[in-house]
């Protein structure tokens, strides 16, 4: 694979990332706070998924890669008509998961 395939498969990873965690933030959103922990199991992944809590402490230093993802999830939380991440403290994103 040339450097340029390998950097659109990256951003298409990216981008799916950021629309799945972006829906999922917006189901669990909208759902009553009741009803979120029977979405949690349909809404895991591979290798991330949700929780419902408190959240938990997380390190303040990143990866590059991860620092890519991060700001990818900023942007789509910080866009128009976005679901918010950070409106509900009770939804935690965990990479790796």
């Known amino acids: 694979m040339s450097a340029g395939a390998g950097s659109a498969a990256r951003e298409v990873m990216?981008?799916?990332?950021e629309n799945d965690v972006a829906t999922s933030v917006a189901i669990l959103d909208r759902l009553p706070a009741a009803e979120r922990p029977?979405?949690?199991?349909?809404?895991?992944?591979?290798?991330y998924g949700y929780a419902i809590g408190e959240g938990r402490a997380g390190s303040n230093e990143l990866s590059e890669r991860a620092q890519v993802i991060?700001?990818?999830?900023?942007?789509?939380?910080?866009?128009?008509?976005?679901?918010?991440?950070?409106?509900?403290s009770?939804?935690?994103?965990?990479?790796g998961h």
Do not use: Y
């Open 70 to 88: 991060a700001a990818k999830i900023r942007a789509a939380d910080a866009a128009p008509n976005a679901a918010s991440a950070t409106t509900d």
């Open 38 to 47: 029977a979405w949690i199991g349909p809404l895991q992944r591979a290798n």
């Open 14 to 17: 990216l981008d799916t990332l």
């Open 90 to 95: 009770a939804n935690t994103f965990l990479p």
